[in-house]
């Protein structure tokens, strides 16, 4: 045996990887800023319990068919601007508003006139909101156009065609829609509105594929590309499927008012991108769902309630959305990085 054989010293014992290993597998344990990460409309959820607690105690009377009913509008709006943010590169579609009102007065001034005003006007809208997003979508994607330009310019194109189908209100005689403000049959006529275009979102993004390809390409267009999916088809189907949501809310407007007026094509235009925010649907797109919109449009609603009976002034309204949806975003922001970091 060699020298340097016999004066070699034992190898020392490899604990420092084995103990770096433990510490990196040690489970966590969650914090709540974690969990709402996770599930981010349950903010939006927190908060709107809290508020609902509040208004019952102002208002013992307040939960009937009536708040449903006045609630379904905003949330319609809310749900039907969720496909084209989660479709990404900063996705936006503010025509929503106008393009309900357009469903209203197409509605007033076409369908009922020709003997279209029974159920069957309901798929119709739908169709020809689906077209109208279908053209905002072309717009966004072949001519590569930022979105929330392309939105805007049809806000006022929308706007203007409202106020030529119908320059003063229009009344709408005594139709089925008339339920949406109280009751259709054993349910709430609000409820039955909001579950519309939320069945409509179940059935296209559970019994296809095709909410996993929105949620991919939102959340990367190139690496979704890159696997083969139709990115382009996918964002011009977000708005075409947010336009078709958006037709039911016109319907929803003539049964709480009887009339249709172009007055209302900007009354849920930034107060429905509000609720989506307040909702933690994730803006950069990819995340999130209507649950989201639900969720916000419940609390922005609640929020507008309490508000009104408490006598406080528009003007600290809006200062108070203001302060809400800045805490929601910096509450979100920081649950995402302490969820990303592992915490």
């Known amino acids: 045996m060699s020298t340097t054989d016999q004066t070699a010293p034992p190898p020392a014992p490899d604990l420092g990887p084995r103990t770096l290993q433990t510490t990196a597998t040690a489970p966590r344990r969650p914090g709540l800023r974690s969990l709402f990460a996770r599930h981010t409309y349950l903010f939006a959820v927190v908060l709107a319990a809290v508020l609902l607690i509040a208004n019952l105690l102002k208002q013992p009377g307040f939960g009937g068919t009536s708040q449903l009913a006045a609630l379904a509008p905003l949330g319609i709006a809310a749900m039907a601007s969720v496909p084209a943010i989660m479709s990404g590169r900063g996705g936006i579609d503010l ?40 053209v905002t979508g072309l717009l966004v994607v072949v001519g590569r156009l930022q979105p929330i330009v392309v939105t805007l310019a049809m806000f006022f194109v929308l706007t203007g065609l409202d106020l030529k189908l119908a320059p003063s209100p229009t009344t709408v005689s005594s139709t089925w829609m008339a339920g949406f403000a109280g009751s259709m049959g054993p349910l709430p006529g609000g409820l039955v509105a909001l579950a519309i275009p939320a069945a409509l979102w179940l059935l296209v993004t559970r019994l296809t594929t095709y909410g996993s390809l929105l949620r991919s390409v939102g959340g990367n267009d190139v690496t979704a590309f890159t696997n083969g999916v139709p990115v382009g088809t996918v964002r011009v189907f977000a708005y075409a499927l947010g336009g078709a949501m958006a037709a039911v809310g016109g319907l929803v407007l003539i049964g709480l008012a009887s009339t249709a007026e172009a007055g209302t094509s900007s009354a849920y235009t930034l107060i429905a991108i509000a609720a989506v925010a307040l909702g933690g649907l994730p803006l950069m797109g990819g995340g999130g769902g209507i649950a989201n919109a639900l969720a916000g449009a419940a609390a922005i609603y609640l929020l507008q309630s309490l508000l009104g009976v408490l006598q406080v002034s528009q003007t600290w309204l809006q200062v108070i959305y203001g302060g809400l949806l800045i805490g929601a975003v910096l509450f979100g922001a920081i649950a995402a990085r302490e969820l990303k970091e592992g915490r």
Request: glycine residues 12%; hydrophobic residues 50%.
């Open 95 to 134: 025509s929503i508003s106008p393009l309900m009102t357009l469903s209203a007065l197409l509605y007033a001034t076409q369908l009922q006139p020709n003997g279209l005003g029974g159920y069957v006007a309901l798929p119709v809208l739908m169709v020809v909101g689906a077209l109208v997003g279908t």
